[in-house]
């Protein structure tokens, strides 16, 4: 079975940091494109960072670029997101998920794992 | 960068319903469209990509159209399992950013 499984979420106080993991499983890491997903509480769902294959490209929506970072270890079939300076307005639930290829050209998010709550608060 | 609008922002229909939601992007984006189902406390899932393609396994009472700048996203016969909330997504730019619209939330009337 195709799984994602994210950990890391919990409380923090602004300023600081939060790294989360997510293990994947049932299927060869390696291969796909993956992501960072956030929803912000009872909020629409935001892109935060893709990460290529071989991790040599990484891309960030603008309001956490420079705070956080996007990784990955294939041989670990692990994807993290560290995330530094971390503000109110980055709390959310933080979704892992998988990006794949259609008919060559168009690109999907096809695999979700179910979420790792971050709060950012005093 | 690429906004994307949905309209209506919430619907109240019925079973048996035909229903659908529209998406606009600020730019033409050809067919780089997607469109994600969440229903409440879930993950989203892939509906439909490139705009009109079916997800495999997602019913064929969901279907897509559109291109350019303006998408629609059609359920046939609304069913009890289709209460939930729907968003569209553009790929146009991939991979540097990816923006997905407010999401349509469809309730029961």
């Known amino acids: 079975e195709v799984q994602l499984v994210e950990s890391g979420g919990g409380l923090v106080q602004p300023g600081g940091s939060l790294r989360l993991s997510c293990a994947a499983s049932?299927?060869?890491?390696?291969?796909?494109?993956m992501t960072w997903v956030r929803q912000a509480p009872g909020k629409g769902l935001e892109w935060v960072a893709n990460?290529?294959?071989?991790?040599?490209?990484?891309y960030y929506v603008d309001s956490v670029r420079g705070r956080f970072t996007i990784s990955r270890d294939n041989a670990q079939n692990s994807l993290f997101l560290q995330m530094n300076s971390l503000r109110a307005e980055d709390t959310a639930l933080y979704y892992c998920?998988?990006?794949?290829?259609?008919?060559?050209?168009?690109?999907?998010?096809?695999?979700w794992g179910q979420g790792t709550t971050v709060t950012v608060s005093s | 960068d690429i906004q994307m609008t949905q309209s209506p922002s919430s619907l109240s229909a019925s079973v048996g319903d035909r229903v659908t939601i529209t998406c606009r992007a600020s730019q033409s984006i050809a067919t780089y469209l997607n469109w994600y189902q969440q229903r409440p406390g879930k993950a989203p899932k892939l509906l439909i990509y490139a705009a009109s393609s079916l997800q495999s396994e997602v019913p064929p009472r969901f279907s897509g159209s559109g291109s350019g700048t303006d998408f629609t996203l059609t359920i046939s016969s609304l069913q009890p399992e289709d209460f939930a909330t729907y968003y569209c997504?553009?790929?146009?730019?991939?991979?540097?950013?990816?923006?997905f619209g407010q999401g349509t939330k469809v309730e029961i009337q």
């Open positions: 998920a998988r990006g794949d290829i259609f008919s060559g050209y168009y690109h999907a998010i096809d695999v």
């Open positions: 990460i290529k294959q071989n991790g040599d490209e990484k």
């Open positions: 997504q553009e790929s146009y730019n991939t991979p540097e950013s990816w923006t």
């Open positions: 049932g299927f060869t890491l390696s291969t796909f494109w």
